[in-house]
């Protein structure tokens, strides 16, 4: 179960990004990004992939923010003609405090260490299995906290090859990987490539067993009614990602787009 926060005031924020999020104030005193349904683009399946995708994300470890669901009163919003949905529950990512965007010009802000270029591997690999487009080189949808030397995965609105729910996924086209970002030649190493295979398999492995909890969480997940998103539809995706084949594409895509790299 996830909780669903209300919003305690005028919204703070918007953002000129692709989903027009928002920045707000929740009844527990913390600020969420929101994304919200949108008449236009954004549907309650592109909803249920930022849903699911951190969900996954977390089981992979990943430094990526706490999610909850968020109702936005309308009255908090009069000052800005936000395209919102008001009557659903929206997606609130919790602020991380202290964070950058990671751009496409890496200067020496960003610390090269061995503890990011980790996180950046573990990333992308995480980006193949769920056949997230939207963190490309353009796009990091990332975020770089400096003090604790940690990379958070944001922005799960195009796994599944961009919500697809209707045909089976495919895999990513290499360039579409943050492997070939800036931020990934600013971190590479000169540790040897067969070392970071062979450590991203064994991580690989574990995470893919850890993601299964998923379809048991589902069951009780309080996806709200109003998004009209039946679960087996969902449980139908996250299947596809668990089948054999495209466990083994999947790392098969990560090692070739590696090899270009190095
Ligand atoms: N949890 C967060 N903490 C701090 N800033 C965030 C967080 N999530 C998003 N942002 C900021 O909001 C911007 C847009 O978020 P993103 O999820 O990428 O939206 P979009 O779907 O519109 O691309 C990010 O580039 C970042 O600056
Ligand atoms: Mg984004």
């Not at 003609?81 to 496409?104: H, S």
């Not at 996250?238 to 590696?258: G, H, P, R, S």
Request: aromatic content about 12%; overall charge neutral; hydrophobic content about 35%.
């Amino acid at each position: 179960m996830l909780p669903t926060l209300t919003t305690i005031k005028e919204i703070d924020r918007t953002f000129s990004t692709g989903d027009l999020p928002i920045l707000v104030t929740c009844s527990d005193q913390k600020q969420y990004i929101c994304k919200y349904m949108r008449a236009d683009s954004v549907s309650a399946y592109k909803l249920a992939s930022e849903l699911l995708g951190s969900l996954l994300a977390q089981y992979w470890n990943l430094n990526t923010p706490e999610i909850t669901f968020v109702k936005i009163r309308p009255e908090h919003t009069k000052q800005y003609a936000i395209p919102c949905n008001f009557n659903v529950e929206a997606v609130g990512y919790k602020k991380i405090e202290n964070a950058a965007d990671i751009t496409n010009c890496i200067d020496g802000d960003i610390k090269r260490s061995d503890k990011l270029f980790r996180q950046l591997l573990q990333i992308a690999l995480f980006d193949f299995w769920v056949a997230n487009e939207d963190r490309t080189c353009n796009n990091a949808n990332m975020l770089y906290v400096d003090r604790t030397e940690q990379l958070f995965s944001i922005d799960y609105g195009g796994i599944f090859n961009t919500n697809n729910y209707q045909t089976a996924i495919y895999q990513l086209s290499s360039c579409d990987s943050i492997i070939y970002a800036d931020i990934f030649k600013h971190l590479k190493t000169n540790t040897d490539r067969q070392i970071i295979v062979d450590k991203a398999k064994k991580y690989y492995d574990i995470c893919i067993n850890k993601s299964r909890g998923l379809s048991t969480v589902l069951n009780s997940l309080n996806i709200p009614k109003i998004w009209n998103v039946p679960k087996n539809v969902l449980v139908t995706k996250i299947n596809e990602l668990f089948e054999k084949q495209w466990i083994e594409d999947c790392f098969a895509n990560y090692v070739e787009t590696l090899r270009e790299n190095f």
